[in-house]
C-alpha cells in the first residue's frame, strides 16, 4: 500500500496540508498517510526540529510532503537554540536529496499577476536545479563573540551528479543549460564552472551550455527569462533565483519543488516558499503551490503521470476560471481556491 509521511510544520502549514491530503486521497485512493511534528511545532513538543523517530517515519514513507516551517516564535540569534529550519536541512540531507527541482511555468491566465511585463513573460518555461546538499548551508560554522564564519565547500563528485541532473533535464525540454555562478570570485564556483564543462564535454556535448555569473542572472531572469531552458545552480544561489524566479508566474504561492537523488528512499515535496507568517491563521493562504508540490510527488514520487498532469490542468483549469487567491490579486481563500481546484477534477 502507498504511504505518505506527512510534515504540516508550521504558520500556514497546516492551513495547505489540509487541502493537499484530500486532494491526494482523491488521486491514490486507500492511500495510508501519517502525519508527523516538523519544524518548530516539533521544537515546542521535543526541543528538536527533527527527531529520529520522525526522520525514520519518513524514511519507511514511499514519499514525504512537507508544507512549511518557522516563524518568529522560534527566530534567534542564539547560536545555541534550535531553529525549525535546522529540521528542514538535516532531513534533506538525512534522505540524500541532492537535486531540488524547481519549475517555473507561467500561466497566461496570471501574466498580469506577474510584475513583469506580459512580453518579458510570454514563452518562459524554465527548471531551476538547485543543489540542495552542500555549500554554504552545510559548511563548518562558527561563532564567538567577535567572529562568525559558514564555510562554503563542495566536492567535484557533489558538482557533478547535479551537474548530469540538470543535463538530463536539458534533454527532455529545450537542450539548453545555463549555469550559474561567481566564478570571478569564489574558488568553489571555479571548482563549479571546471567540473560543469568536463561533465558536459565527456557525456552531454550536444546540449547548449552557458555560464552566467549570479549577478547577472538575477537580472536575466527579469529581463530575458523566457530565453532559459534549465538554470543549474549551488545551494544557496538557487534559494535566491528560485524566489525571485517565483514573481515570473504572480507570486510565491505559485512554485512548487520535489527534492530528489537518492533512488533508494522517499522523494522530498514542498512548495518553494514558506510558513508566510504574516499571514498564518487568516484563511488566505494560496494552496496551490502545495498543489502542484503533489503533483511533482505523484508524478517523481509515486510515477502516477496521469494523475499529476490531471491535478496540474485542474489547478490551470480554476485560474484560467478566473481564481485568484489575494497574493494573486484577487479574494479567494485557501478554502475557495480548494474547491476551484476540486471543481476541475
Ligand atoms: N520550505 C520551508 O519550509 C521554508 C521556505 C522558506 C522560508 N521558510 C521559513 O518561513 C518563515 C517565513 O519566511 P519568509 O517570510 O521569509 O518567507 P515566506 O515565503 O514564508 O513569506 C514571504 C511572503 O510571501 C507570502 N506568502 C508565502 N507563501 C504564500 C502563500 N502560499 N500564499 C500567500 N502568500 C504567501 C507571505 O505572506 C509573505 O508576505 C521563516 O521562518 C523561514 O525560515 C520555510
Ligand atoms: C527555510 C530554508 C532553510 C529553505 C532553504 O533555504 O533551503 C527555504 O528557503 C527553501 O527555499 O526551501
Ligand atoms: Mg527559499
Redesign the pocket.
Known amino acids: 500500500m502507498t504511504h505518505i509521511a506527512l510534515l504540516p ?1 508550521d ?2 502549514g497546516p492551513e ?1 496540508m489540509a487541502p493537499a491530503v484530500q486532494l491526494l486521497e482523491h488521486f491514490v485512493p486507500g492511500v495510508s498517510t501519517e502525519e508527523h511534528l516538523f519544524g518548530g511545532a516539533s521544537i515546542d513538543a521535543h526541543g528538536t526540529a527533527l527527531t529520529d523517530e520522525v526522520l525514520a517515519g519518513c524514511q519507511q514513507a514511499d514519499a514525504v510532503l512537507l508544507a ?4 518568529p516564535k522560534w527566530d534567534t540569534t542564539n547560536p545555541d537554540d534550535p531553529r ?2 535546522q529540521g ?1 536541512l538535516g532531513l534533506r540531507k538525512a534522505l540524500g536529496l541532492f537535486a531540488n527541482l524547481r519549475p517555473v511555468r507561467p500561466l497566461p491566465a496570471l501574466y498580469d499577476a506577474s510584475p513583469l511585463k506580459r512580453e518579458r513573460i510570454e514563452g518562459t518555461d524554465l527548471l531551476v536545479v538547485r543543489e540542495l546538499t552542500g555549500g554554504i548551508y552545510f559548511g563548518e560554522k562558527t561563532r564567538t563573540d567577535t567572529d562568525a564564519s559558514d564555510l562554503c565547500h563542495y566536492t567535484t563528485a557533489e558538482v557533478d551528479r547535479i551537474a548530469r541532473v540538470a543535463f538530463e533535464a536539458a534533454k527532455l525540454r529545450r537542450n539548453k543549460v545555463s549555469s550559474v555562478d561567481k566564478a570571478n570570485v569564489m574558488e568553489t564556483s571555479r571548482q563549479w564552472r571546471q567540473v560543469v564543462h568536463a561533465v558536459h564535454a565527456a557525456d552531454f556535448a550536444g546540449v547548449e551550455l552557458e555560464d552566467v555569473l549570479v549577478d547577472n542572472a538575477a537580472m536575466q531572469l527579469v529581463s530575458r527569462p523566457s530565453d532559459f531552458d534549465v538554470i543549474v545552480t549551488e545551494n544557496l544561489f538557487g534559494d535566491i533565483l528560485s524566489d525571485e524566479a517565483a514573481m515570473i508566474t504572480g ?3 505559485m512554485l512548487p519543488s520535489a527534492s530528489l537523488g537518492n533512488p533508494d528512499g522517499p522523494g522530498l515535496f ?2 518553494v ?7 498564518a491563521g487568516t484563511g ?3 494552496p496551490l ?1 502545495m498543489f502542484l508540490s503533489l503533483a511533482m510527488l505523484l508524478r517523481h514520487g509515486l510515477s502516477l503521470e496521469a494523475e499529476a498532469g490531471a491535478l496540474e490542468t485542474a489547478v490551470d483549469a480554476a485560474l484560467d476560471g478566473g481564481l485568484r ?1 489575494k ?1 494573486l490579486g484577487g479574494s479567494a481563500g485557501t478554502a475557495e481556491a480548494t474547491a476551484a481546484v476540486l471543481a476541475h477534477l
Open positions: 510544520g504558520g500556514i495547505i512549511a516551517v518557522g516563524g525549525p529550519e528542514l507570486s510565491i504561492g514542498e512548495p516558499h514558506g510558513s508566510a507568517p504574516d499571514i488566505a493562504a494560496n503551490a487567491t497574493d
